[in-house]
């Protein structure tokens, strides 16, 4: 499995941006993925995660500005980000989760077992 993120870059607060994340694989409908960040000095937080049956999570930060989405034929998932804060600036990865993970371990990096690249998000005032 080979994930791809992509979408990231400099925006001012308030803007948009879309986050894109393309997996390799034939069972792709069938995996629940997740979006984490990462600041500098910070350990890798939870942002959001969309279940193999379409179901979604949030960390309470970007709740109502944050739009986690999936497109089974594109092997794609996507993080549509509105309203952008400073504190969104982080670099942003993408991630598939274990076989085994329970829906109550999404928030958790060790719930994970395979991850893309990172795309840079950087929010500026």
């Known amino acids: 499995v080979q994930l791809q993120a992509s979408g990231g870059g400099l925006v001012q607060a308030g803007g948009s941006l879309r986050l894109s994340c393309e997996a390799s694989g034939r069972a792709f409908s069938r995996w629940t993925m997740g979006w984490f960040r990462q600041a500098p000095g910070k350990e890798r937080e939870f942002v959001s995660a969309?279940?193999?049956?379409?179901?979604?999570d949030y960390a309470d930060s970007v709740k109502g500005r944050f739009t986690v989405s999936r497109d089974n034929a594109k092997n794609t998932i996507y993080l549509q980000m509105s309203s952008l804060k400073p504190e969104d600036t982080a670099d942003y990865y993408c991630?598939?989760?274990?076989?085994?993970?329970?829906?109550?371990?999404?928030?958790?990096?060790?719930?994970?077992?395979?991850w893309g690249q990172g795309t840079q998000v950087t929010v500026s005032s």
């Open positions: 969309v279940r193999w049956s379409g179901g979604t």
């Open positions: 991630a598939k989760t274990r076989p085994d993970s329970h829906s109550s371990g999404y928030y958790t990096p060790s719930a994970y077992e395979y």
